[in-house]
């Protein structure tokens, strides 16, 4: 009697454990799916032309991404510009004041932020500089990508400032070094690697953001460079073609999104793995 | 008596002012002699601009949201309650209902959050608790937060060329009409896009179960399933709660993926099945081409909704995670 | 006699309402070791990181009375001025892990801008690290990062930093206690050696550290300064009795 018991126990607990493996390997399989898609479909389509062309119109064949491989490139400078400088002093900022009224609003603000739907800071960047400007802009475009890279920024900035020790602010301090000269010259260098671990983060959480671009950069068929005309990127690109009828589109797409899967995932990678050889010992 | 310092390093400019005068006496004196920083930013300012960069996002925030308050009001003024209650959307006869889009927005994250909760604390329990180190371990972590980093677009595509085929086989051997795209197709692809959010807090809320609690239990004969069951879900409860809620609020506000795959029909939904819109994808589908001031108003008015609702969400979310980090 | 490069005089500090150190009196000799020694928690590291205004960097943290470094209060001076002349060393070694060790030697120099030629930099990063007797076991290996060094070398590594600013005063916090006795002892034999360039007051837990290197002695016991003098009189004829008490192993 007793011994049935143990042994459905066992039994059970056993199948739990071989459930859970099971459903987290089926939780893991999109990624292989979506990886095996994009490559089979997209590699085919990749050569030095379809980097480096513009898109043809529809019926030709050939044409490329180039576009949308230089606007994405201008919106990550913009919303660097943008977001860098702002979200590593608020970083700091935080850091420096871990308790307070004040610093816990701030940052309650920025988790606020890394929450808001992408599309909405789509609306906000077009009413706050399409409509002034009165078109369509990179640079719209950019404050929309540079208040998305924010929050990340700030977080990891902070994150990796607070485990600095203590010891090395009053190391330099005792140095009779200035409070600014402290922060920027010793504390910064040593949280680098955590710094530019999330500013990466935020570039790879940016570079592949669609809806915020839909009404701000627009897309362009051409190469465009001035900040202030519209500018393709690349998950507009590959929007455009992978919504469109024509079969010969929906390969562009798969090329485009192979490129751009290939670009954030390694982004996600060495942000995650790559950097970790760099990390300063304390 | 004793005198409070100013904060920080307390360089005060009355205490900088006397520092030339001081200067006279001592051996370091030599070495103040070549004193030509690079750069002079004084404590003070610098300070400034490090409570500037502090309050600036807290300024953003509350722009964001009277912005896209101010641009509804158009909107609000002109229709009221009806834009959240009325169930038909004609941009031709001025008729802005939104319900069909609370509704499809509901039902798919709704949806979403059932089929990724069906994962994700499974995958919660495997990393937090049976594989906490190791290569198996760290494998499946870094695939799922590459799974959280793929592009939204991507997903959509992918959806599109996986899923609707696949639905429309269902659809068709049912006998409802086999569109493909719809319900079903969005709600699966949120349900893969979810489930990085609330496994990554879930995992963390487990793995952080006091170890002797789990060893008591283990001592005293139960099974690592019995403790699962009677230690550790028990107790990472709300945190695993926090971590749906906080997947919830990305859920309802995911654009793209959720454009391409529901197939945009500005009625109703009937089933699972239906095509139908979100608030976000109506916003993407029809903004640009949005013209008279109403329209646009009444949509930027779903952004507001879609903001504010986020925004309750991630708080409460917050407040559990604070909460259940404070007991533990 | 000389006059005292250091007067502490009805010095009180502390933290929001904790009074930690209580009318404080004391005159530091030049180019003389002084140990302050009491147990655990009676206010010494309070104490020497007044000396520096490192103090007043705890936002609650308040002080009263007067230090006077030369004559000269040092409250009235800018916080910067007062730290380069008065040099800190802390109980446990905190190189700059960013930097290699020569960068580490002249980072006093390097971070507040000071701009020197390459040759004097040379020169004072050999003279520091030979004052503070590291010179031989890092002189082929300058240009690695300092946190590579054992736990006393970067004990050693730090105490060069501070010397290499040329400080009137160096304060050491107990710079031993996070050290093996080999290490200890090397960094004994240099604080003596040092007192011949640099005015020295460390704070030790050690009583026999104090009975071996300092000259004068101070001994704090709850925020008091109890008994202050030459440390053979104090050590011998301890004129207090929780002195003897504290000599004698009763208490800390
Ligand atoms: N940051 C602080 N805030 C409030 N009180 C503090 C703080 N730092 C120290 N104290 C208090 O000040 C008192 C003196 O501390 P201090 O560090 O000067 O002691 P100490 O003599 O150096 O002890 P030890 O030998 O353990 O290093 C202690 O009672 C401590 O509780
Ligand atoms: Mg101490």
Redesign the interface.
């Known amino acids: 009697m007793k011994e049935s018991s143990l042994r459905r126990r066992i039994f059970a607990d056993r199948a739990f454990q071989a459930l859970v493996a099971l459903l987290s390997f089926c939780a893991i399989l999109p990624m292989f799916f979506i990886l095996f898609f994009i490559t089979k479909n997209g590699i085919a389509v990749i050569n030095w032309n379809f980097l480096t062309r513009l898109p043809a119109p529809v019926g030709e064949t050939g044409g490329g991404i180039a576009n949308g491989i230089i606007g994405s490139g201008l919106l990550i400078v913009l919303s660097s510009v943008i977001a860098v400088p702002v979200g590593v002093l608020t970083g700091i900022y935080l850091a420096e004041h871990r308790k307070g009224k004040f610093a816990y609003l701030s940052r309650l603000s920025v988790e606020i932020l890394m929450g808001i739907p992408s599309i909405v800071i789509g609306i906000i960047a077009y009413i706050w500089v399409v409509m002034p400007t009165g078109s369509f802009s990179a640079i719209s475009g950019g404050v929309a990508l540079g208040i998305m890279m924010l929050p990340v920024i700030v977080m990891s900035t902070e994150e990796t400032l607070k485990l600095i020790p203590d010891s090395l602010k009053e190391a330099s301090l005792a140095l009779g070094v200035s409070y600014p000269r402290t922060i920027l010259k010793v504390i910064l260098p040593a949280g680098l690697n955590g710094i530019v671990t999330g500013v990466l983060l935020s570039v790879a959480r940016v570079t592949g953001e669609t809806a915020p671009l839909l009404f701000t950069a627009f897309g362009s068929p051409f190469m465009a460079v001035n900040i202030l005309k519209p500018v393709s990127a690349l998950p507009l690109t590959v929007f455009n073609y992978a919504t469109s009828p024509y079969p010969e589109w929906h390969a562009l797409a798969w090329g485009a999104s192979f490129v751009l899967l290939v670009f954030v995932l390694a982004l996600n990678l060495t942000a995650k793995l790559g950097l970790r050889k760099w990390k300063v010992q304390f | 008596m004793i005198q409070p310092i100013e904060g920080g390093a307390g360089q005060t400019p009355a205490r900088a002012k006397t520092r030339d005068k001081t200067m006279t006496q001592t051996k370091a004196e030599t070495a103040q002699a070549h004193y030509r920083p690079g750069f002079t930013l004084s404590e003070a300012a610098f300070r400034k601009i490090l409570y500037l960069a502090g309050i600036s996002v807290l300024v953003l925030l509350i722009a964001i949201f009277l912005s896209l308050l101010i641009a509804s009001l158009p909107s609000i003024k002109a229709l009221g309650i009806s834009f959240l209650t009325g169930r038909t959307w004609d941009p031709v006869t001025l008729k802005f209902g939104a319900l069909p889009f609370l509704v499809g927005t509901l039902i798919t994250s709704f949806l979403a959050l059932l089929i990724s909760t069906f994962f994700s604390i499974p995958i919660s329990i495997f990393l937090g608790y049976y594989y906490r180190e190791g290569k198996a371990s760290s494998f499946v972590k870094t695939v799922i937060e590459l799974l959280a980093g793929i592009p939204s677009v991507i997903y959509g595509f992918w959806g599109l060329f996986f899923f609707v085929p696949i639905i429309r086989f269902i659809e068709t051997a049912l006998g409802v009409p086999p569109y493909g795209v719809g319900i079903l197709a969005s709600s699966l692809i949120l349900a893969i896009m979810i489930i990085p959010y609330s496994a990554s807090l879930g995992r963390e809320v487990i793995s952080l179960v006091p170890n002797d609690l789990k060893e008591a239990a283990l001592s005293l004969g139960a099974t690592r399933f019995e403790v699962i069951r009677k230690v550790i879900l028990p107790y990472a409860r709300s945190g695993i709660f926090a971590g749906i809620l906080l997947s919830l609020g990305r859920a309802l506000g995911e654009t793209m993926a959720v454009t391409m795959l529901i197939g945009n029909s500005n009625f109703l939904p009937t089933s699972i099945f239906s095509p139908a819109n979100t608030m976000a994808s109506v916003i993407a589908n029809e903004f640009t081409e949005a013209t008279g001031a109403v329209y646009l108003s009444s949509l930027i008015e779903l952004a507001l909704l879609l903001f504010v609702v986020t925004t309750i969400i991630n708080i409460i979310g917050k407040i559990i995670i604070i909460k259940t980090s404070f007991e533990a | 006699m000389e006059s005292p490069v250091l007067r502490i005089e009805n010095f ?1 500090a ?1 933290f929001d309402s904790n ?1 930690v150190l209580k009318d404080i009196n004391l005159s530091i000799l030049r180019n003389k070791i002084t140990a302050v020694m009491g147990p655990s928690g009676c206010g010494k590291t309070t104490l020497i990181r007044c000396i ?3 103090h ?2 705890i ?1 609650n ?4 009375g007067k230090i006077l470094l ?1 004559e ?1 209060n040092i409250f ?10 008065i ?2 060393v ?1 109980q ?1 070694p ?5 930097m290699s060790i020569y960068d580490n030697v002249i ?10 030629s390459k040759g004097d930099k040379d020169r004072i990063v050999e003279e520091s690290l030979k004052k503070a007797a590291l010179w031989d076991e890092v002189k082929d290996a300058l240009h690695r ?1 300092g ?1 590579f060094l054992s736990g006393g070398q970067q004990q050693r590594l ?1 105490i060069a ?2 010397l290499a ?4 005063i160096l304060l050491l916090d107990e710079p031993t206690s996070a050290l093996d006795p080999k290490s200890t002892a090397h960094i004994e034999e240099l604080v003596v050696h040092l007192k011949d360039a640099v005015t020295i007051i460390q704070v030790t837990h050690n009583i026999p550290q104090a009975a071996r290197i300092s000259d004068f002695t101070a001994f704090i016991y709850l925020g008091e300064l109890v008994e202050f003098g030459p440390t053979e009189k104090l050590f011998t004829v301890p004129k207090d009795k929780r002195t003897e008490e504290y000599l004698t192993g009763k208490f800390g």
Not at chain 3, 76 to 85: A, G, T
Not at chain 3, 94 to 98: E, G, K, Q, S, V
Request: hydrophobic share 30%; charged share 25%; net charge positive.
């Open positions: 009180c502390g009074q520096n205004r490192m007043e960097l936002p943290a308040n002080v009263s030369d000269q009235d001076l800018d916080p910067i001025i007062v730290r380069r002349k040099g800190m802390f446990r905190n190189p700059f892990p960013t980072a006093g120099y390097n971070l507040n801008g000071i701009r020197i990062k946190t730090c930093r501070a600013m040329d400080p009137e």
